[in-house]
């Protein structure tokens, strides 16, 4: 069982710094794939990842929860979503999303379909190889 980065992502990068065996990568194309990915090939379950990510949008394959309530503020990035977000990730680079809704506290959304995308961008997308 591997890790999934949920729509909670709005890609820091933290996470793949401290992966040991590099196996999170950034989704391209962005306006495709939004998330960062972990490859459930090469995960090996070490949970470095998780205190990594300041949006507290990873978890263990079988714990992503099916009803998270938003504390409000967070944002949820799908592509089935129009909105505007700018930052920066930890390493000051500028970060655009223009597939993100902002969560109102008390909101609940389904995680778990988050899940089939991770599984997906290395099945059906340009996969690990291409982002080389």
């Known amino acids: 069982m591997t890790h999934i980065i949920t729509s909670l992502c709005i890609r820091d990068e933290g996470c793949m710094s401290v992966c040991p065996v590099d196996c999170i990568v950034p989704g391209k194309p962005l306006d495709e794939w939004p998330l960062m990915y972990i490859d459930p090939e ?18 263990m394959e079988d714990e992503v929860p099916a009803e998270y309530e938003a504390f409000g503020g967070e944002y949820i990035n799908r592509l089935e979503f129009d909105g505007h977000y700018e930052g920066e990730n930890m390493y000051g680079e500028e970060v655009v999303l223009d597939t993100v809704k902002e969560l109102e506290e008390g909101e609940v959304v389904d995680l778990t379909k988050d899940i089939q995308s991770n ?14």
């Open 42 to 59: 090469v995960c090996i379950d070490c949970g470095a990842c998780i205190p990594e990510c300041p949006y507290e949008a990873i978890f």
């Open 119 to 132: 599984y997906d961008f290395f099945e059906k997308g340009p996969g690990y190889e291409a982002l080389d």
